[in-house]
């Protein structure tokens, strides 16, 4: 069984597009969060949910929106795409409220390309 | 400020030899330290958790890291490389606040 799925793996698309990234986790954890991945395979947290709760949002474009309908979804839409949105897209959860001593769970990553 | 700093973006060792992979962070109260790997076109697995226990911690695979406040380190060593070793590892700091921070990487060739 798959702890944390996203879907779609590969997202190919046109500047200016909208596209959303779906993430599901069946292990019963309380926090959700999404990662960006750059060309150079630096990972930074973009938002955290518990709960539904949105926890953490760094400092991300507005054109980035997460949703998350239950405690185990965690979409990413993202409005007006740019070149520079071109990266892996992670998803993660962890148990309990906060990153803390936590250990997350990452899903395979989704990697979109902004033509 | 970079909390978290891996010496080192690219770390080749042979077959069977010792792998060390450095890692320094900064921080003015303890933190938690993780160590995290990645295999190609995958996503990250947990390693191993420093959470204020024992220094010394053993994780997945044979692979441990020593917690040394004085030098502000969290190193990831292991005794004898193996060519399933080859991908690429992330020291990670949790601190308070929700702030959590990952190390820019550093990728592990392992030569046959």
């Known amino acids: 069984d798959t702890a944390v799925s996203q879907t779609p793996k590969y997202l190919v698309t046109q500047m200016g597009n909208d596209k959303s990234i779906k993430c599901e986790q069946n292990l019963g954890h309380d926090t959700m969060y999404w990662y960006k991945q750059d060309s150079k395979k630096f990972l930074k947290i973009m938002f955290s949910?518990?709960?539904?709760?949105?926890?953490i949002n760094e400092t991300v474009p507005n054109r980035f929106s997460p949703k998350s309908p239950d405690k185990a979804h965690l979409n990413l839409h993202i409005n007006s795409l740019e070149l520079g949105d071109s990266a892996v897209y992670f998803c993660?959860?962890?148990?309990?409220?906060?990153?803390?001593?936590?250990?997350?769970?990452f899903g395979p990553g989704t990697r979109l390309t902004v033509l | 400020a970079q909390s978290v700093t891996q010496l080192g973006s690219h770390v080749s060792v042979s077959e069977g030899a010792l792998v060390l992979l450095r890692c320094n962070y900064s921080?003015?109260?303890?933190?938690?330290l993780f160590w995290y790997v990645q295999y190609p076109n995958q996503g990250l697995q947990l390693l191993l958790k420093y959470t204020s226990a024992a220094t010394l911690v053993k994780g997945i695979n044979g692979f441990e890291a020593e917690f040394k406040k004085s030098e502000t380190s969290f190193h990831l060593t292991k005794p004898s490389a193996h060519m399933s070793d080859a991908a690429e590892y992330f020291c990670a700091v949790s601190l308070t606040g929700n702030q959590f921070y990952f190390g820019t990487g550093t990728s592990l060739t392992v030569i046959p």
């Open positions: 993660a959860s962890s148990q309990g409220e906060h990153l803390s001593y936590n250990e997350q769970f």
């Open positions: 949910y518990n709960n539904k709760e949105l926890i």
């Open positions: 921080s003015s109260v303890p933190p938690y």
